[in-house]
């Protein structure tokens, strides 16, 4: 039985994960709402991606407003407020949330009262009913009677969390710092400008000249 999917936020995120999905035909993406762009450029952004290069799919935008991959009708909508994206009645099971902008519980639940089954988050949410789910390293803590929105963490987390995994229970530690040197996000300017976030101050620097670099440190306890 194939599991449909639906994409709120057809960004770097949503356009990778669709790609990925050719290659696991138990998932079929069932409709995409982006509010950017509209249809031909959803299209146009997946089928050339500059860093992955050209999508060998065919992929194009529709007469009436939806998206052709591979020669099957996706859905598309343009709604800014999920809310109005009734995922029920478009006949979707899961929910792939890969806009960044809604990390809170109350406003992930709209997706759920919308008629969709699961939410799968692309971004850490910093809750505690929410499960982090790092696949290889605590993937066998989800409960789907219990776990109805998850999230895939972060992109250091995914980097960091098996590797600390394996030598914390096969060597044990017990404090670590890390550095994160990070690619260009969306979120930098093209040349130094002020910006919504001052107090991360890599964001006001030109994108060509700045690496985002992030430091942290944790603490673990064998047992």
């Not at 039985?1 to 138990?26: S, Y």
């Not at 066998?140 to 992109?155: L, Q």
């Not at 710092?177 to 919504?196: E, F, Y």
Request: aromatic content about 4%; some cysteine; hydrophobic content about 40%.
């Amino acid at each position: 039985m194939e599991l449909r999917i639906g994409i709120n936020g057809f960004g770097r995120m949503g356009r990778l994960v669709t790609r990925a999905m050719t290659l696991h035909p138990q998932l079929e993406l069932a409709h995409v709402n982006e509010h950017k762009g509209g249809p031909a450029t959803a299209a146009h952004l997946l089928a050339f991606d500059s860093v992955h290069g050209r999508w060998h799919v065919d992929v194009c935008a529709t007469a009436a407003g939806d998206l052709e991959i591979d020669g099957r009708t996706i859905g598309f909508t343009d709604h800014a407020d999920p809310a109005n994206v009734r995922w029920g009645d478009l006949g979707v099971d899961l929910v792939l949330e890969c806009t960044g902008a809604f990390r809170t519980v109350p406003t992930l639940t709209t997706h759920l009262a919308n008629g969709a089954s699961k939410v799968v988050v692309a971004a850490p949410v910093h809750d505690d009913s929410v499960l982090n789910v790092v696949m290889g390293c605590n993937d066998e803590r989800y409960d789907p009677a219990r776990h109805h929105i998850v999230t895939a963490a972060s992109c250091t987390t995914n980097c960091l969390a098996p590797v600390v995994k394996v030598l914390h229970e096969g060597v044990g530690i017990n404090h670590g710092a890390i550095t994160t040197i990070h690619d260009v996000t969306n979120t930098q300017v093209v040349v130094d400008a002020p910006h919504k976030d001052p107090v991360s101050y890599t964001h006001l620097r030109a994108h060509e000249t700045v690496l985002v670099i992030a430091y942290s440190v944790f603490c673990l306890k064998r047992g």
